[in-house]
């Protein structure tokens, strides 16, 4: 069953075109990896999945219904959670009330404090903590686990290993590793290739704005998907895609 | 004993002016808000308040509780209507917005209520005369006790409600990444609208005291604004307890400067605010506070 479908998504910053066109499908249960260069419009893309950044043309459809104009906040009741890039946490308010402002949406199931404290066991000691205090780690679990608070069908996840020391990235994608176990739906942008492929049914490939590689990860080859991600052969990969 | 009389009754003026200064110190804290009507505002909700009680003819309180759910509508609205347009293009436009409904609040009231000097002093009953006699020098007016007391109770709540409440959490979290706010589920538009309805309530109440402590007419809006923007700056621009404490500064400056000599009361205010203005922000960092 389709979730999320994505018709035609054009998204631009004044004259800057961010997005050109982009169309694709994503099932309910599945985990999609979005990868590419610097650039690519894969944040772009994200944000205006989740309603932060109107798109320009195309549609966006959850779960059959349009909600292309509908606000940010709209669509976390609606289940469209997204961890943004750089976590983006709440400094002054405490770690749980950072968890706790998060479900106004009012959506329930599995997701509350106590669920999310047993998925990062790391935030129990910090609970009352202002966020401001806490380390990359700790800041990117919490900014998952308000996401996690909304109880969203479909999560978002903006390169959540940025500026994360390898160990802490391991175990930030080991408790994602059971969040995907749960049946959430998943896309993430991620700049680690390995990781992508290790972590996601499908790869989406982004190039200056457009998709030039989609597959499933078992059957791309490396040398294929970097080929993609630095735009080399570029007609080779995505014969569409070419200017 | 003359000095600690002074104080204590700087005490009391300066409550009076963490009250004007309160809603100012909401609006520039959640939204980046310099409102520059918020004096007028005040002053508005003074002659709400005037005729409510002219028309009922119930005490001045009475008819401020009844005013008070006039100015949360009136709030909500002007946010809707005014200040969420102007807030989408730049820090300069909201300014110049609520500059222009100053002059606008100004004119309306002018046409409405002509340039009559009022009061709601009478309105207001035994609590504008009564005193009590300390010691010596220092007497103790009713009026004066009420005003701090309703000053610390505002802050206390305001307090209570940004720390301990879901929507107070939702408030600050809006305040300080509205976008992210969004992403987790907050209607930032209905908080912004919130905090203007608070600010403009709190705004009218600075104004009935304003009516009862004195006399107010239409162009008394200015001047009640300078003296709440230098409590905000006073305290710390965005900081709530802060705008208590620079209100209760800005009352002292001003009636220690009136027992040197009588004409140095404001002067003395003015002087507080500049010295706080170049100690704390001489070295530029208020431009780059804005520049955020």
Redesign the interface.
Known sequence: MTLLDVDQLDCRYGLLQAVRGVSFKVDQGETVALIGANGAGKTTLLRSL???HRPHGGRVLFDGADVTNK???RR??LGI??V?EGR??????TVE??L???A??GRRGRWNVQSVMEVFPLLEPRRRFPAATLSGGESQAVAIG??L??NPRLLLLDEVSLGLAPVVVDAVYRSLANIIKEGTTVLLVEQDLTRALEVAGRVICMLEGRIVLEGTSSSLDREQVIDAYFGLHKSAAAPGAST | MIWANAVVQGIFLGAFYAVLACGLSIMFGVMRIINLAHGDIAVLGAYVTFVIADKTGMSAFYAFALAVPVMLVLGYVLQLAVLERSLKSGILTPLLATFGLSIVIQNLLLLTFSPDVRSLGGGAGAVTTASWHVTGDISVSALGVLVLAVAVLVFGALQVFLSRTRAGWMMRATAEDADAAELVGINSRRVYALATSLAVAIAALGGLFLAIRSVFDPLSGPTQLIFAFEAVVIGGMGSLWGTLLGGLALGVAQTVGAQIHPQFAVMAGHLLFLAVLILRYGTGRLGLRFAR
């Open positions: 989740a309603g932060a606000p940010a906040h976390v009741s959670a997204l943004p983006r946490l709440f400094p002054s308010l009330e950072n706790r402002v998060a106004v949406a308000r996401a608070m909304s």
